[in-house]
């Protein structure tokens, strides 16, 4: 299968935002919880993340959350995603945005140990009050040959509403003079589907947030 790994450094310069990042969360060094920033809209709805993790045996129950909170003071968390992690691995939660309409939040669950990381986009819908959380790997398994390994990230919003997602080859995982397993390229998530096809035409990502604490 092909290794799919996310150049975390490469996604806060692709965004026009810094993230709001609750990270470092990590079972073997007893470090069990983090909240991020909030991150708002431009019509004032504000969203952080939020990771808790509970150490027990060998395993360690990691959770993360999103919390969001309507112009008016009104807040609500939700779980997005539950499962149970290896005790070595930092785990973190980045929100990167909104859309213009103010509808969707885009962010990433990670998993990192050493030189390894694996980010999933999340996408929150708050109208529908529905998220979503995609693991990129199986996607680009089926386009990229045995043993490539590759990086890929979200960029933002399409006008059509899909994720935009920006891949390539990892160059750190490559000999001098080798040829790139994978092009460098522009692909759009539809979350919904859980579909991936390459971007049409050269679109700018539609992304907006301003960070606070409060």
């Known amino acids: 299968m092909a290794a799919v790994c996310f150049a975390l450094a490469a996604l806060v310069h692709a965004q026009s935002v810094k993230p709001a990042e609750a990270s470092g969360v990590q079972c073997s060094e007893n470090v069990l919880s983090a909240k991020s920033p909030y991150i708002t809209s431009h019509s004032g709805i504000a969203a952080r993340a939020l990771v808790d993790a509970n150490s ?5 129950a990691a959770k993360w959350k999103l919390e969001v909170r309507t112009k008016f003071g009104f807040a609500k968390t939700l779980e997005v995603a539950s499962t149970s992690e290896n005790p070595n691995y930092e785990l973190s939660f980045e929100l990167y945005g909104w859309s213009s309409d103010n509808r969707l939040l885009l962010g990433a669950i990670i998993r990192a140990m050493g030189d390894w990381d694996q980010a999933m986009p999340m996408i929150y819908d708050v109208q529908a009050k529905q998220q979503w959380v995609v693991d990129l790997q199986p996607l680009f398994a089926r386009l990229v040959p045995k043993d490539c ?12 509403g899909d994720v935009l ?38 679109e700018k990502p539609d992304i907006f947030g301003k960070l606070s604490d409060d």
Do not use: V
Not at 56 to 60: F, S
Not at 149 to 160: E, H, K, L, M, V
Not at 177 to 196: A, D, H, I, M, V
């Open 56 to 60: 027990g045996g060998k395993d360690c």
């Open 149 to 160: 390994s590759i990086y890929a990230w979200p960029d933002g919003f399409s006008q059509s």
């Open 165 to 202: 997602i920006h891949a390539g080859p990892r160059e750190s995982d490559m000999a001098g003079g080798e040829k790139p397993c994978f092009t460098e390229s522009e692909w759009q998530l539809n979350y919904r589907t859980n579909t991936l096809a390459p971007a049409e035409g050269e």
